[in-house]
């Protein structure tokens, strides 16, 4: 199913409690993504990274951090200084020369 | 600072008929032109991408237009099906993609 997984689908939170999304890709990729969608809106991108132990901020990065230790994983952390965390989290992956950037299946998470 | 703007916001069609959406990028050194299709719920997938270099490329009723010095590009599908019913983002790149706000497709049968 492409190859990258999100996990979990549904994710529930109280504010003020901070929650991480997981993201593996088996696809040997260099490049990893996270993207936020909210409803009527594309995708706006919160951090990325090019290669392992590096990784730069995106367009929305406050409130949020990663790690890329490992090739295959690049996990977020929502932390409580996020103002809205409301979101659909998307990651994806792509590496030289395509430049396809491969999705996974998204995390719907929900913090009351 | 770097955006893609992508009109219709929605659009309806008749089974049948052809669509066209269009985006409009920013950043002049944008070289790589994909649209993605998201399904209800599902993740977005690559339909047809362009690169700079092109200024059509066709996959059977997909296509896709470029045009540098206007900073336009568009997607047109034809002879529509129910089944092409999706919320279509395109996005441009430079160094990093950057996505228009998606048109919701809905193809009347």
């Known amino acids: 199913d492409g190859g990258i997984t999100q996990s979990p689908k549904y994710l529930f939170r109280k504010e003020g409690q901070n929650v991480t999304l997981s993201c593996e890709q088996n696809l040997n990729h260099d490049a990893m993504y996270w993207y936020r969608q909210d409803p009527g809106q594309g995708l706006r991108l919160i951090y990325y990274?090019?290669?392992?132990?590096?990784?730069q901020k995106g367009d929305i990065a406050e409130g949020y951090s990663v790690s890329r230790e490992k090739k295959e994983s690049f996990p977020l952390t929502v932390t409580s200084a996020q103002k809205n965390p409301t979101a659909f989290y998307l990651c994806?992956?792509?590496?030289?020369?395509?430049?396809?950037?491969?999705f996974g299946p998204g995390t719907r998470l929900t913090v009351t | 600072g770097e955006n893609v703007e992508q009109h219709p916001s929605t659009l309806s069609v008749q089974e049948g008929d052809s669509a066209v959406i269009k985006c409009t990028y920013s950043d002049s050194a944008s070289n790589y032109f994909p649209w993605y299709k998201q399904e209800l719920g599902k993740r977005p997938q690559l339909i047809i991408d362009?690169?700079?270099?092109?200024g059509e490329k066709k996959d059977q009723r997909i296509a896709v237009t470029l045009n540098k010095t206007a900073k336009h590009f568009s997607l047109h599908i034809t002879e529509t099906q129910p089944e092409d019913s999706a919320v279509y983002f395109c996005a441009a790149r430079f160094y990093k993609l950057i996505f228009g706000s998606g048109t919701r497709l809905l193809v009347r049968p």
């Open positions: 990274s090019q290669i392992v132990n590096d990784f």
């Open positions: 994806a992956s792509s590496t030289p020369p395509t430049e396809e950037q491969y």
């Open positions: 362009i690169r700079s270099n092109v």
